[in-house]
């Protein structure tokens, strides 16, 4: 059970407050409700731009680094195609340090030529060593436009393409800042050995005078009902033959996002789940092979990915998976193969809980969701999901008419002249 106090400044950011006398650390979380879904479809990669240009200094503080570094204190951020989220952790004592720093660049991020130029240099290589340059690295960059047609799901964090960030200017990177960095587009957790009182103050004294501004309200195109299966196949020179099958689920805030995931568990979390014993183990037609959901907050993927062993066909691959697809939407699944994942699922959120930081952002993401409190509701509702409840699922999801297949073949070396 995670204990929390909440409050509202009046400019509308939300405050949550977690008390954990275990730790002399704590953890400063400041969610900002943007992500890659809120940008223009020509020029994406802002979010994640952002997540750069916020260290990039403000107007009072030249170095966000330099200070925090000195009074102990780490961070870091991370971008999704929902959220973007910037964590500090540092000693109880120097907490308003944290204050100083976060406040400053929500009211006055430092908007210079040069900090755009270094920021945007850095997301530009990123973009080419990680998802162009990298084995499988534009996987989701060929994926999520199979699967998505008109929610901007469509498009990966990183952007479209390196054009959108190659041309951004001034102009363009401060509109997006005051449509989405604002007090009451932000939710702040502050979790530790603190009392709600020292919050309430730090938080009034350091946010409470930065206005807040019109809240984007988010209108966002619904991705209609896939009918019929997408394919697409490239060649790369990659060392193995890979196959991707993304299948639609459901949304993060539905009623059957929990028996999603633990039907992805079923088929692949750990060497005794279903596709590992039977695709890997037995019949030796992959390396390795996964299942794994998404968890967006809009309607996401459920995706079965592997790696071909030499000389499998992509044929034999492919109907090995729709086989073992079919006999989980056939027959129930056991209660020992259900028991077993809901209680992997049960161990890691109790272990994920002796971090007084990933209580503070689970308690901002929960927040963000609809209400804080589920975070305390999350084992309860993977305890209530039933055998029969997997299979329904399975026969509404795991459909070919249903799915984006991506065959990612190895490149054929050319002929001899």
């Known amino acids: 059970m995670i204990n929390f106090d909440k409050f509202t400044l009046k400019n509308g950011l939300k405050v949550i407050v977690h008390k954990d006398e275990s730790t002399p650390i704590v953890a400063f979380n400041l969610l900002y409700n943007v992500g890659a879904r809120d940008e223009d479809e020509n020029q994406t990669g802002f979010a994640h731009l952002f997540e750069h240009l916020m260290f990039g200094g403000s107007v009072n503080i030249p170095s966000f680094d330099e200070p925090l570094q000195k009074v102990g204190g780490t961070n870091n951020a991370f971008t999704s195609n929902d959220i973007t989220n910037y964590y500090i952790t540092l000693p109880k004592d120097n907490l308003e340090t944290a204050f100083w720093l976060d406040s400053d660049r929500m009211l006055s991020l430092a908007f210079t030529e040069k900090s755009l130029e270094v920021q945007r240099s850095v997301v530009i290589e990123e973009f080419k060593q990680n998802y162009l340059n990298q084995p499988y690295g534009d996987v989701w960059l060929l994926l999520r436009p199979l699967a998505y047609q008109v929610h901007p799901y469509k498009w990966a964090t990183i952007g479209k393409e390196v054009s959108h960030i190659e041309n951004a200017t001034m102009k363009d990177v401060k509109s997006f800042f005051y449509k989405h960095y604002l007090p009451n587009n ?43 299966a997408k394919r697409l196949k490239v060649e790369r020179d990659v060392p193995a033959n ?33 596709l590992y014993v039977s695709l890997v183990k037995e019949q030796k037609l992959f390396s390795e092979i996964n299942a794994y959901i998404s968890g967006d907050f809009d309607e996401g993927l459920l ?31 056991t209660n020992n193969e259900l028991s077993k994942v809901k209680n992997k699922i049960e161990s890691t959120s109790q272990f994920s809980e002796t971090s007084v930081l990933n209580k503070a952002m689970n308690l901002s993401f929960a927040e963000l969701l609809g209400d804080a409190n589920d975070v305390n509701l999350e084992i309860e509702h993977y305890q209530k999901v039933n055998a029969n409840g997997i299979k329904r699922v399975a026969n ?14 190895k490149q054929t070396m050319p002929a001899n002249n």
């Open 303 to 333: 995706t079965i990915s592997g790696k071909l062993l030499d000389g499998i066909s992509f044929e034999n691959a492919e109907q090995s998976i729709i086989k073992e697809l079919e006999i989980i939407k056939v027959d129930l699944i």
């Open 186 to 228: 932000a939710i702040l957790t502050v979790a530790g050995n603190i009392d709600v009182e020292d919050i309430k103050q730090l938080a009034e004294k350091w946010f409470g005078n930065i206005p807040s501004g019109n809240a984007h309200k988010r209108n966002l195109p619904k991705e209609p009902k896939q009918t019929e």
């Open 242 to 274: 890979a196959i991707y099958k993304a299948y639609k689920m459901c949304s993060k805030k539905h009623a059957d996002y929990h028996t999603t995931d633990l039907l992805s568990d079923i088929l692949s979390l750990g060497k005794s789940s279903r």
């Open 396 to 409: 509404e999801v795991l459909n070919e008419s249903n799915c984006s297949t991506l065959i990612y073949a």
